[in-house]
């Protein structure tokens, strides 16, 4: 047929999904598209929208927000949209597709990219009410629908939707369990080892996992609805929702019933160029099986297959598509998970490289060849490395350093950059190499992620390649001499102490406005929103819990409280100075008798009460605050405590009172939030009995006055403290240390300690005693009332809280179900105490908001 005099062929894209939108996008650059009309038959309501996040629609994104088809793209490129409408079938021989509404749509070409659906184990009961499948936006509003009357939940599946659904599920206030039919969860993409550490680290988060078990029926009760879930092993499990994600099957109906072939195990077989048997029909995605045998259900083979199709179309095949990385880093129940590569170590005479630490949750295996070549890998509780070890991988290329530096803790940062090929792929999702990058900043002037991403899309698929491509993008502008910003994440340029200057010095105060007015797109992200709210808190602006601030929060920070690893929340009230009278002592046991918590002295000279849930929290406060006590802010990013020793006042030893200038202290800096936890400590002699050269600033008592150490910390890389100043008079070292901590938090980068941040800091100690003691900056003034600010704004969070409704409300296990403990939240008893159930030891809740006071600590129930 012709249009405006020119021949016009007719492209149908069945599906417009992610893959279906890429296919446009590929399809719509190629000069030959000009001579076509597109029209898109689509089953779902919207338009294309990013089904990898689909997860954020549980924490407050919209549907918008994921959108995929930019604003503008179908008119400009004259394509037709038609929503709500799917194809029913096809007519090969007419070339025409009939939709759902008796439509018929002529084809020259068409091309299918009807993605999969959920597979559902084929057992009795899968329809009843309170079944769910985790595929769809509608899927999601299902679930979070169901979830709002449930208070148990079970998830079929234990790989990335799977998990993921059981995080939406628990962050919801469901006791949730997941059960994955093979021996380890995400049996796919990690090995043993990796399996075993991702399911500790799920299970201390309350999560109940099931593995070696399938679904065997779903239960219902007398009214049809569900009521648990039979395994396969004879079990049951109570549960008022069940959520299908045992994986996918290709959707390729259409093709079987027009008579196309479909692989053994399901797919549309396709060539290396995307063409079916028919060379009119060609298909890509999911339901596409590649030449290689394989159905890909990862988004990043999709994008190659629709920009193989794209190609052939336009007659420009190239090379075809022959197979793809399936690597993969994401974040489930807040665990890194990250594997690349060959991670089961199939090739011949590879090798394994371990390092794992079940205490802390870190199992990371690089696979080495034969020849020294990386291979493969599997990251567990700490993926740094995976943006350069992935393509590294893929390129085949033989690592730089010895790969057992690689595995151990810190040991990536440790070993310097990792040399790769320019033709080395860092972003899998569309194929984009480091050349390319590196040209994009030569050639095309981009001098930013953001810019990069506009050149070549790298960054823009799945996410996680972007530090890499920071790496790269800063390698490339320092070559050429130009000057390089580190901004804090994508959505802002500035640097966290440039985000620190901006709110203080123009009083925004919320995470919208200074990202409407500073940063760029999206809503932030998991680095700069908890960065924002720490500037936020420590400039005074409001209760952390209120408006927008509290949506910001992490959740410790969300519920006042140290999460524990079942679930349950630690409690630490403030004892300044670790000075405390006998009936605080009293009050603080009696709480946790009769709340039947376990209780330990902790190494700042606190008394920490474990074992509390949700619900508990406000009770347990109500009477801590009550007898006195306030939060020792053991939750947050601020000052924890200032040590001290008896000083002079009972020491034979002592020569300055060092309890009394301990309480003064942390009493003077409680509340005040930081980039990096703070912990401080007082000696009354050079003794050092309080360990005050392990702090991030600690003072030592002399004859003649205090000397102030900074910069020091314990830990994994302990670091002793430096001496800034010497036989101070108790007001200048006070104004010493007031100028020293708002100087570190105004410059420092986040999540930074004191100790790295004064490695980092130019002119190091020298710098900072100038500043600090001698004013060279000329900010000693700011820098007081900055302090003094914080001093006369302070206010107790928990005090707070227990007298505002609209914060108590967010203390509940289930928000539809108030005072309703979490039953997966267990414990058993251990030396007069309670503690954790471990993985499958039986546990018991502790079933009632307060246990019988003088109850017998062993007894876990009234």
Request: proline share 5%.
């Amino acid at each position: 047929m012709t249009e405006d005099g020119r021949d016009v062929r007719d492209l149908v894209l069945v599906g417009h999904g992610m893959v279906g939108q890429r296919f446009l996008e590929a399809w719509s650059a190629q000069p030959a598209a000009r001579g076509w009309r597109v029209t898109v038959l689509a089953e779902e309501p919207r338009p294309a929208y990013d089904r990898v996040h689909l997860g954020a629609l549980f924490t407050g994104s919209t549907p918008e927000d994921l959108g995929l088809c930019p604003p503008g793209f179908l008119a400009e490129h004259g394509i037709d949209l038609r929503l709500g409408d799917p194809v029913t079938a096809i007519d090969r021989a007419a070339h025409l597709v009939r939709t759902r509404s008796g439509a018929e749509v002529r084809y020259d070409v068409l091309v299918l990219a009807t993605g999969s659906v959920p597979f559902v184990p084929p057992v009795p009961g899968t329809d009843a009410p309170g079944c769910h499948v985790y595929r769809t936006v509608e899927d999601v509003d299902a679930i979070r629908a169901g979830a709002a009357v449930a208070r148990t939940g079970v998830v079929v599946g234990g790989g990335l939707l799977g998990l993921e659904a059981a995080g939406a599920l628990r962050a919801g206030g469901l006791a949730t369990h997941v059960v994955e039919f093979a021996p380890r969860l995400m049996a796919v993409q990690v090995d043993d080892g990796g399996g075993a550490a991702l399911r500790r680290r799920i299970e201390e988060l309350g999560v109940t996992v099931h593995t070696g078990v399938g679904a065997g029926g779903v239960l219902t009760g007398p009214d049809g609805r569900v009521r648990g879930l039979a395994l396969s092993d004879g079990r049951e499990l109570p549960a008022d929702l069940v959520v299908f994600s045992a994986g996918v099957r290709a959707r390729d109906g259409l093709a079987r019933d027009c008579g196309l072939p479909v692989g053994p195990r399901g797919g549309i077989v396709v060539d290396a160029h995307c063409r079916t048997e028919d060379p009119a029909v060609l298909a890509v995605g999911e339901c596409a099986q590649a030449v290689d045998g394989r159905v890909y259900g990862l988004v990043a083979p999709g994008y190659q297959m629709a920009e193989t199709a794209a190609r052939t179309i336009a007659d420009r095949a190239g090379a075809g598509f022959t197979g793809a990385d399936t690597s993969t880093e994401l974040k489930l129940l807040g665990v890194d998970v990250a594997s690349f590569g060959d991670p089961h170590g199939s090739a011949e005479g590879a090798l394994d490289v371990l390092y794992s630490d079940s205490r802390s949750g870190v199992y990371r295996k690089l696979v080495i060849g034969a020849d020294g070549a990386l291979l493969g890998g599997v990251l567990v509780g700490d993926t740094e490395g995976y943006g350069a070890l992935r393509p590294l991988a893929a390129a085949g290329g033989p690592l730089t350093v010895a790969p057992e530096q690689l595995v151990l803790p810190a040991g990536f940062a440790a070993a310097g950059p990792v040399a790769l090929p320019d033709t080395a792929v860092l972003c899998s999702c569309h194929n984009v190499t480091q050349g390319a990058v590196r040209a994009a900043v030569r050639e095309q002037g981009a001098d930013s992620v953001a810019a990069v991403k506009k050149c070549t899309r790298a960054g823009t698929g799945c996410g996680s390649c972007l530090k890499q491509l920071g790496t790269v993008v800063t390698e490339e502008l320092a070559a050429a001499g130009v000057a390089t910003v580190q901004g804090l994440c994508e959505h802002f340029a500035h640097s966290r102490a440039e985000l620190y200057e901006i709110v203080r010095v123009t009083g925004v105060s919320g995470f919208s406005a200074l990202l409407a007015g500073y940063g760029t797109g999206g809503e932030g992200c998991e680095i700069c929103k908890p960065t924002v709210a720490s500037i936020l808190a420590s400039l005074g602006n409001g209760h952390i819990l209120d408006g927008e601030q509290g949506a910001l929060q992490d959740s410790n920070d969300h519920f006042l409280a140290n999460l524990q690893r079942n679930g349950s929340y630690s409690v630490v009230p403030r004892v300044p100075g670790g000075e405390i009278t006998p009936e605080g002592l009293i009050a603080i046991g009696e709480v946790a008798r009769d709340h039947g918590l376990y209780t330990k002295i902790t190494g700042g000279q606190r008394i920490d009460l474990f074992g509390a849930t949700v619900d508990q929290l406000p009770l347990i406060w109500r009477r801590l605050v009550d007898a006195g006590f306030e939060s020792g802010h053991a939750y947050g990013k601020s000052l924890r405590t200032v040590k001290s020793c008896v000083g002079e006042t009972w020491c034979r030893f002592g020569v300055q009172d060092s309890t009394t200038l301990a309480i003064e202290l942390e009493l003077r800096y409680r509340g005040l939030r930081s980039p990096h936890k703070l912990k401080a400590a007082v000696s009354g002699c050079a003794r050092e009995c309080a360990e005050a050269r392990s702090k991030d600033f600690g003072i030592i008592a002399t004859s003649a006055g205090w000397n102030l150490y900074v910069g020091g910390n314990g830990g994994m890389t302990p670091r002793h403290a430096d001496l800034l100043a010497a036989d101070l008079d108790r007001d200048t070292l006070i104004r010493t240390v007031d100028r020293y901590l708002m100087f570190y938090i105004r410059t420092a980068d986040r999540l930074e300690r004191t100790s790295v941040w004064l490695e980092r800091l130019e002119g190091g100690l020298d710098h900072l005693r100038a500043v600090v003691l001698d004013d060279s900056l000329g900010i000693a003034a700011e820098l007081d009332e900055l302090m003094d600010r914080h001093i006369g704004s302070y206010r107790d969070e928990w005090a707070e809280t227990l007298a505002d409704p609209d914060r108590m409300r967010r203390f509940a296990s289930f928000v539809n179900a108030p005072g309703t403990p979490d039953p997966a939240v267990t414990f058993v008893p251990e030396r007069g105490q309670i503690r954790p159930a471990r993985p499958g030891e039986a546990g018991r809740p502790l079933n009632a908001p307060v246990l019988i006071a003088g109850a017998r600590p062993e007894v876990l129930t009234p």
